[in-house]
């Protein structure tokens, strides 16, 4: 597995992973549909032992004390019909199956439609969900990881994302998007996803977007220098250089996960690198008169040698009266940056290198209002943006691609998760799906693949492998390596594949 961590909720909840066989999801999956599922904000709160903030009497509750016995409701599930698609095609000899600590199982097979985004669509790879038993799942479509290669399935080696930018495949099946970017401007009530670039009205006014390379190919980590409350310092470090890299300050990782509802930060000493336990020192904080929630202090993060503030009202849930920060397990060296970060900043994701991601943070303007569905924005959509089937490229426009930042409604649920709708085959079917910086892989929950002879209509099964002539027992195409295990805080390999190959192959 990659790092270890799952989610759990007083009440069921999200799960998701990101390797076949057997998979725990570094991630904390975050958010639920429905409030009475899980009362406190209906968040997914924990990884490994989780300690819950006690503040002002109120008490946390337990992240394991869930219903496993709950069933799954194969009712509340909106499924993807491939029969009713022209453009789908079943992937031979190649299962999907996703495996969690806790046992919650997802099985199917692996098929290849039409998937658009926005207004930009291609045909690509996806995992087909036909079994769940987790009501972890209940009301979901499907999941969208919008991560990088390193982080996909061997068996899905192309992300969405590099799919709609692959330019390689037959333009009668897509519309490419120029920039391989996208930003995600989140607010409580709302949200949009920007592909293509940044609309810089979303930026508060007298600032501007800082870069920030990451320090992975396999998620999206950033370095965090500091983190301060009340102008109290919560990483206080042993040494001030960082001993890997002579020179530089030293930092821990912080990677932004979308999955995540709250901030996780460190409740241990990470084997020497810190002086003083973080979370157990911002709790103390808070209990103190001095630092009292009256106060609303803001989280200050020194990220890239940039300070960025979270505002009190993104980090305390009035509510529950307690905050969304919770503390990871001493095996987890970093801090992840949930929906409380994405809430408080405008979030750029550049992958124009994939071996070099550039993320993108500003302060997120708060008269900026996301776009809605049936909203203005339509009057300024990409030129020809249709909802189209087939033919797609017949219609007069440059269908190759479009230089337009087009802006996707985003649904935040209860404050603890993101939506987003994509569409898949031909013509289109729609589902309302997890957005996902923390995983690579699209699944969408599907009916069982058609059967020779009975399909609505015509399909070509595709092996996952084709056979050199005159050598029909070797692969001529292999399934690129699998990720090595977490490299939090360190340069991982390189992303390995050849999934524009395969694209050409197929």
């Given at each position: 597995?990659?790092?270890?961590?799952?989610s759990r909720?007083?009440?069921?909840g999200?799960?998701?992973?990101t390797?076949?066989?057997?998979?725990?999801?570094r991630s904390?999956?975050?958010g639920?549909r429905?409030?009475?599922l899980?009362?406190a904000?209906?968040l997914?709160?924990?990884?490994?032992i989780?300690?819950?903030?006690l503040?002002?009497?109120v008490?946390?509750?337990?992240p394991?004390?869930?219903?496993v016995?709950?069933?799954?409701?194969e009712?509340?599930?909106?499924?993807?019909?491939?029969?009713?698609?022209?453009s789908?095609a079943?992937v031979l000899?190649?299962?999907?199956?996703?495996k969690?600590?806790?046992?919650?199982d997802?099985r199917g097979f692996?098929g290849?439609?039409?998937?658009?985004?926005?207004h930009f669509?291609?045909?690509?790879k996806?995992?087909?969900?036909?079994?769940?038993d987790?009501?972890d799942?209940n009301?979901v479509?499907?999941?969208?990881g919008l991560?990088m290669?390193?982080a996909?399935?061997?068996?899905?080696?192309?992300?969405l994302?590099?799919?709609?930018?692959d330019?390689t495949?037959d333009?009668?099946?897509q519309?490419?998007l120029k920039?391989r970017?996208f930003?995600?401007?989140?607010?409580k009530n709302?949200g949009?996803l920007?592909l293509?670039?940044?609309?810089?009205a979303?930026i508060a006014?007298?600032?501007e977007?800082?870069?920030?390379?990451t320090?992975?190919?396999?998620?999206?980590?950033?370095?965090?220098?500091?983190?301060k409350f009340g102008?109290v310092e919560?990483?206080e470090?042993?040494?001030v250089?960082n001993?890997?890299?002579?020179?530089?300050?030293?930092?821990i990782?912080g990677?932004?996960?979308?999955?995540t509802?709250c901030?996780v930060?460190?409740?241990s000493?990470?084997?020497g690198?810190?002086?003083?336990?973080?979370?157990t020192?911002?709790?103390?904080l808070?209990k103190?008169p001095?630092?009292?929630?009256?106060r609303?202090?803001p989280?200050?993060?020194e990220i890239?040698?940039?300070?960025f503030?979270?505002?009190?009202?993104?980090?305390?849930?009035?509510?529950?009266?307690?905050p969304?920060?919770?503390?990871s397990p001493?095996?987890?060296?970093?801090?992840?940056?949930?929906?409380v970060?994405?809430?408080?900043l405008?979030v750029?994701?550049?992958?124009?290198?994939p071996?070099?991601?550039v993320?993108?943070?500003?302060?997120r303007n708060?008269e900026?209002?996301?776009?809605?569905?049936?909203?203005d924005?339509?009057?300024?959509?990409?030129k020809?943006?249709?909802?189209?089937?087939?033919?797609?490229?017949f219609d007069?426009?440059d269908?190759?691609?479009?230089?337009a930042?087009?802006?996707v409604p985003?649904?935040t649920?209860?404050?603890?998760?993101?939506?987003v709708?994509i569409?898949?085959?031909?013509?289109r079917?729609?589902?309302?799906?997890?957005?996902?910086t923390?995983?690579s892989?699209?699944?969408i929950?599907?009916?069982?693949?058609p059967k020779?002879g009975e399909?609505?209509?015509?399909?070509i099964y595709?092996p996952?492998?084709i056979?050199?002539?005159?050598?029909?027992?070797?692969e001529a195409?292999?399934?690129?390596?699998?990720?090595?295990s977490?490299s939090r805080?360190r340069?991982a390999?390189?992303?390995?594949?050849g999934?524009?190959?395969s694209k050409?192959?197929?």
């Amino acid at each position: 597995s990659r790092g270890g961590m799952q989610s759990r909720c007083a009440g069921p909840g999200r799960r998701k992973g990101t390797e076949t066989l057997v998979v725990v999801q570094r991630s904390l999956s975050a958010g639920l549909r429905n409030r009475s599922l899980c009362p406190a904000a209906g968040l997914l709160l924990g990884i490994a032992i989780m300690h819950i903030l006690l503040v002002d009497g109120v008490e946390g509750f337990d992240p394991f004390e869930s219903d496993v016995s709950a069933p799954f409701n194969e009712s509340s599930i909106h499924k993807f019909h491939p029969s009713e698609s022209m453009s789908f095609a079943q992937v031979l000899f190649d299962g999907f199956d996703l495996k969690y600590a806790d046992t919650a199982d997802l099985r199917g097979f692996i098929g290849q439609d039409i998937v658009q985004l926005g207004h930009f669509f291609s045909r690509t790879k996806f995992g087909c969900i036909t079994r769940c038993d987790s009501a972890d799942f209940n009301g979901v479509d499907g999941i969208l990881g919008l991560g990088m290669p390193d982080a996909a399935l061997a068996s899905i080696p192309e992300p969405l994302l590099f799919a709609i930018t692959d330019n390689t495949g037959d333009p009668i099946s897509q519309r490419i998007l120029k920039e391989r970017k996208f930003t995600m401007v989140v607010t409580k009530n709302d949200g949009e996803l920007q592909l293509g670039g940044h609309d810089n009205a979303a930026i508060a006014p007298g600032h501007e977007m800082k870069f920030i390379k990451t320090t992975s190919t396999a998620e999206y980590s950033v370095p965090i220098t500091s983190i301060k409350f009340g102008g109290v310092e919560l990483l206080e470090f042993a040494t001030v250089i960082n001993p890997r890299v002579p020179g530089r300050m030293a930092w821990i990782p912080g990677i932004l996960d979308s999955g995540t509802s709250c901030i996780v930060m460190p409740d241990s000493l990470l084997h020497g690198v810190l002086k003083s336990k973080p979370f157990t020192k911002l709790v103390g904080l808070i209990k103190n008169p001095l630092y009292a929630k009256t106060r609303r202090l803001p989280l200050t993060l020194e990220i890239g040698g940039y300070h960025f503030s979270i505002p009190f009202d993104e980090w305390w849930l009035e509510a529950d009266n307690r905050p969304c920060i919770q503390s990871s397990p001493d095996a987890f060296m970093g801090v992840l940056l949930g929906d409380v970060f994405f809430r408080s900043l405008v979030v750029q994701f550049d992958l124009t290198h994939p071996t070099i991601p550039v993320i993108g943070l500003a302060p997120r303007n708060p008269e900026y209002h996301p776009v809605r569905p049936g909203s203005d924005w339509e009057k300024h959509k990409p030129k020809n943006g249709f909802d189209f089937g087939i033919p797609e490229g017949f219609d007069g426009s440059d269908a190759a691609a479009s230089s337009a930042i087009d802006k996707v409604p985003l649904d935040t649920g209860l404050q603890t998760q993101i939506f987003v709708t994509i569409s898949v085959g031909t013509p289109r079917q729609h589902f309302k799906v997890i957005l996902d910086t923390g995983s690579s892989v699209l699944g969408i929950f599907c009916d069982s693949p058609p059967k020779k002879g009975e399909p609505r209509f015509a399909h070509i099964y595709l092996p996952h492998f084709i056979p050199f002539g005159g050598n029909k027992g070797k692969e001529a195409m292999q399934h690129p390596r699998r990720p090595s295990s977490s490299s939090r805080g360190r340069i991982a390999s390189p992303p390995h594949g050849g999934s524009k190959g395969s694209k050409g192959s197929e």
